[in-house]
């Protein structure tokens, strides 16, 4: 696979970064950065969850060894992701590709890629990254510098596009394999016991409800339909 | 706030948000044999997606109506097959225009 088939496949991660980053801009400069400061995380971290929990960090002017446990909770599904993606690398991707693409896997980015039909090599990666993170750093800016001129209204339906696409990866699977849509709602619906469970949505953090979700969903699906999903997609 | 605080604060983010992705992609090259964990890993980014989408989805804007009816869309056209982007604006397309209609209401 091509990068050109990466940047193209990068264009909805990007707009939708562009509007979601707009929103962590707005969220930084109002808990007291610079705006300089605001982009500088979104270019050095690309992560949503763990950079409005660090932007809280750095508010409260916390402590080195909190911020490292906050990014370790909050992002520890990256290492589930980076496991996952692993498996459909292809041989271009050897250890300084590796160390170089690791920087980009996002949630959206490793949907994507890891939603390909086909083993996924280093041009692809790096095409497919272009976008979103040129997205993400100006939509930082964007929101950093004027995010109060646009009207909310227009924001915010901006915001949903992301979720919009997780959508368009998800479903399209479920309907080809049994395995996956069983996975995908068992999923959901303990995402949704956490969610209106107080004490569960109070006392865990978004980054760690997810990583129970889905674990626990992955693991009855392993138990019960097994390997047909894979066996499908190969 | 300072800019010594900010920097060390920074680089610690920036390197263990790093290392949790790098360490994982580099150390585990080698193709997994077990079929069960293989099937483990095949099925965890849906169930990543799924987690994160819902109910999240409903409270990405600001009114849950507009939310849901831009859902709704996102499964119309995601069951039709159409690509990433054209779910994606699609979704904001109709959750734009419930909301705009909420405001004249």
């Known amino acids: 696979m091509t990068f050109k088939e990466g940047f193209k496949d990068g264009l909805a991660i990007g707009l939708g970064y562009l509007s979601v980053s707009f929103s962590f801009g707005i969220l930084a400069v109002s808990s007291g950065l610079s705006w300089w400061q605001a982009v500088l995380i979104s270019l050095t971290c690309l992560t949503s ?20 446990m906050a990014q370790l909770v909050i992002n520890m599904r990256y290492s589930l ?78 915001a949903i596009g992301i979720y919009g696409m997780f959508v368009a990866i998800v479903i399209p699977a ?5 395995g996956i849509a ?31 979700c889905a674990v626990v969903a992955a693991l009855i699906g392993t138990f019960t339909v097994g390997k047909e999903a894979s066996d499908g997609q190969r | 706030m300072d800019n010594d605080k900010f920097f060390s604060l920074l680089i610690v983010m920036a390197v263990s948000t790093y290392l ?34 819902f109910p999240a989805i409903l409270f990405s804007t600001g009114s849950v109506i507009a939310a849901a009816a831009g859902f709704m869309v996102a499964l119309f056209l995601a069951w039709k097959g159409k690509s990433l982007l054209t779910v994606a604006v699609g979704t904001c397309l109709m959750t734009f225009i419930v909301s705009f209609l909420l405001t004249l209401v």
């Open chain 1, 182 to 212: 069983l996975v995908s709602f068992i999923s959901v619906i303990l995402s949704l016991v956490f969610y209106f469970t107080p004490v569960l949505h109070e006392k865990i953090s978004s980054g760690f409800t997810i990583i129970i």
């Open chain 2, 20 to 53: 949790i992705r790098a360490l994982p992609f580099t150390l585990f090259q080698g193709k997994i044999r077990s079929k069960r964990v293989q099937a483990f890993f095949d099925y965890i980014p849906y169930s990543v997606l799924s987690a994160m989408t």
């Open chain 1, 49 to 68: 969850a763990g950079q409005v929990a660090g932007v809280g960090i750095m508010a409260a002017s916390g402590g080195l060894i909190e911020m490292a």
């Open chain 1, 81 to 158: 992701m980076s496991i996952s993606l692993s498996q459909k690398a292809d041989k271009t991707l050897n250890t300084p590709s590796r160390l170089i693409t690791s920087f980009f896997i996002t949630d959206e980015i490793f949907g994507v890629s890891s939603g390909k039909g086909k083993p996924v090599g280093r041009r692809y990666m790096l095409g497919l990254a272009v976008l979103p993170v040129i997205g993400w750093t100006l939509g930082t800016l964007l929101g950093a510098v004027c995010g109060n001129i646009l009207p909310s209204i227009l924001t915010e339906s901006l």
């Open chain 1, 174 to 178: 479920s309907r080809k394999d049994k």
